[in-house]
């Protein structure tokens, strides 16, 4: 009863944006969640590909709680120790030179578009600069990450959008090819699509896009947001490529439930890009944000995460490999690592409702995707777990 009068409050006051599912989640242990009647969930969306640690971590809230007592907040106009540690750990752990920390995976994109339009700017004077993006692509809701995200139906009442954007289709390196001009100054992609659809990068389009970006000067920005912090088995997932961008995004996981993100550079764009006064925040990098980011940084390499998922991913690819084998209705599988989805030929809205039905967490991508983006901590029992409920719904 309690669960029906949240609802109903929520209903009654917070701006209708989202169809949400019909469960009060209350509090986690592990991979599990429990809503306010007590009920049990696997979870294989861990807050959209956030909840890396799953929930109730020990060693994670110990160093928030220690943070909230120390200091929270000061500003960007002094330097805080937690901030200045988790940046140096976020520049070794990605190979690259300079990071500015944000609120959200959208500002770190606007914040990476900013730059690529400051670095072209200060090289040829010019402001008519031009942005290719591609289809069926999500980098965000604000308008500037909104105008390179390749989706109509979330663009469309918000035109027009800021810059010159052109849009090439994912893994066509031809459609890339043929909206480069003198005036491009960033290529920029998800090196593998969430939200369109879980569709992973393809080698030879990688390299092919980081070719003709290196020949033309032209800035290459992979977003990472959902597809790094260790979710590939890679830290990020170009280093399974061996494709490094000019300019990255990251988000999601990197703060493991509290909201942060950053983008990063090397050092060659940092000095010919953003100068004081060029950008800033008020709350992005503050000292409790850097002890968050910081901390799951530490978590990461001591317990080995990035190994363990890709044990542990590989068992979830072969498990659904397995499934599709099975089941007439899943048309396609795709993915890497912890970032898996199947493509059905019938609704996936239906699954994902049954499933919460069963206790199983899962959510949908694109049109007919299911996608599994659960805590990078799961065990093999879990994934058995969660097959075994999706065999009795398909
Ligand atoms: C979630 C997401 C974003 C937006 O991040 P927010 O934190 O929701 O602002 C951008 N890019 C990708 C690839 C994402 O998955």
Not at 190 to 215: D, H, M, S
Request: proline content about 3%; overall charge negative; charged content about 25%.
């Amino acid at each position: 009863m309690e669960g029906k009068k949240i609802m109903d409050q929520a209903e009654g006051h917070i701006l209708h944006t989202y169809n949400r599912y019909p469960a009060v989640l209350d509090h986690g242990e592990g991979v599990y969640l429990y809503d306010t009647e007590g009920k049990k969930y696997l979870d294989f969306a861990a807050g959209i590909a956030v909840q890396a640690l799953g929930y109730g971590d020990e060693e994670y809230n110990q160093a928030l709680k220690s943070q909230v007592d120390k200091l929270i907040h000061t500003s960007n106009l002094y330097y805080n120790q937690p901030v200045s540690e988790a940046a140096e750990k976020l520049c070794t752990v990605s190979g690259l030179d300079r990071v500015f920390f944000t609120n959200s995976g959208t500002e770190a994109i606007e914040g990476a578009l900013k730059t690529a339009k400051k670095y072209a700017y200060d090289k040829d004077g010019r402001t008519d600069h031009e942005i290719i993006a591609m289809n069926h692509s999500f980098h965000g809701r604000s308008l500037g990450a909104l105008a390179v995200t390749g989706n109509a139906h979330y663009r469309e009442p918000f035109e027009p959008l800021p810059g010159i954007v052109r849009f090439a289709d994912f893994n066509n390196l031809e459609s890339v090819k043929a909206l480069v001009n003198d005036k491009t100054c960033a290529v920029i992609m998800e090196t593998i699509q969430g939200e369109g659809g879980i569709y992973p990068a393809e080698e030879g389009f990688l390299k092919g896009v980081k070719e003709i970006c290196r020949e033309r000067d032209i800035l290459l920005i992979l977003d990472e947001i959902q597809c790094g912090m260790g979710r590939t088995g890679q830290m990020f997932a170009w280093q399974g490529y061996g494709v490094k961008p000019d300019i990255m995004t990251c988000a999601k996981a990197l703060g493991c439930g509290f909201p942060v993100g950053a983008f990063l550079m090397t050092e060659e764009v940092a000095e010919a890009s953003l100068k004081p006064g060029d950008h800033g925040t008020t709350y992005g990098g503050n000292p409790f944000a850097g002890a968050v980011i910081s901390k799951v940084l530490d978590i990461f390499a001591e317990r080995g995460i990035t190994e363990h998922v890709r044990e542990i991913g590989e068992y979830l690819q072969e498990q659904l490999c397995q499934l599709k084998s099975e089941y007439s209705c899943i048309a396609a599988h795709r993915g890497r690592g912890l970032m898996q989805g199947l493509e059905l030929t019938v609704p996936v809205g239906e699954v994902s409702n049954k499933a919460l039905e069963q206790g199983l967490i899962l959510i949908t991508a694109g049109n007919n995707v299911l996608r599994f983006v659960p805590p990078l901590v799961i065990e093999k029992e879990h994934v058995d777990e969660m097959i075994g409920i999706l065999k009795k719904i398909l």
